[in-house]
């Protein structure tokens, strides 16, 4: 009787863990990205709730959230697009960042560092090119191509040759 029991305790454990990793799995599509980052002061000192909106540009639908303990925000599953990324916070600007965009499997990482000031304030940081930003959410490497003559046009290091152990 108790080997039954002991064993049906065990088969529920295991079928809550199975069922914990499978909404885990559902929240990391494989059709969204996502966007994350910092909020800081102009010290480099964290920011915690602070409000972060996100608005896709082609719809006007918007997501919120706000900044922990460790300044830090998250909207993990994000249809790919175009967004716009506000935060406030009373006592410092409001920053705009426009033209934020989002890629199936990536997560786009968007660092702000709040200027003091009041509310009605706004500091907007217009994005680079799309593709220029450099990657640290994950180890995708992408692929360069240069031509046989730029690459015989590049600068060359200085050698000196050496002949029988001696340095000319």
Do not use: W
């Not at 997560?107 to 907007?124: Q, R």
């Amino acid at each position: 009787m108790k080997r039954t029991s002991l064993l049906l305790a065990l088969t529920v454990l295991v079928g809550a863990l199975f069922s914990l990793s499978v909404t885990t799995a559902r929240a990391q599509s494989a059709s969204s990205g996502g966007i994350t980052g910092q909020v800081s002061d102009p010290q480099g000192a964290i920011v915690p709730g602070a409000d972060v909106t996100l608005t896709d540009i082609a719809t006007q639908s918007a997501q919120t959230t706000t900044t922990n303990d460790a300044g830090r925000y998250n909207f993990p599953v994000v249809h790919p697009g175009i967004y716009g990324l506000v935060v406030s916070k009373q006592g410092f600007k409001t920053a705009k960042f426009s033209s934020q965009k989002v890629s199936v499997g990536a997560v786009l990482t968007v660092n702000v560092s709040m200027e003091v000031g009041s509310l009605t304030e706004t500091v907007v940081v217009t994005s680079t090119a799309a593709g220029t930003e450099l990657q640290t959410a994950n180890a995708t490497v992408g692929t360069t191509s240069v031509a046989l003559p730029e690459l015989s046009r590049a600068p060359k290091p200085q050698r000196k040759s050496c002949r029988r152990g001696r340095v000319r």
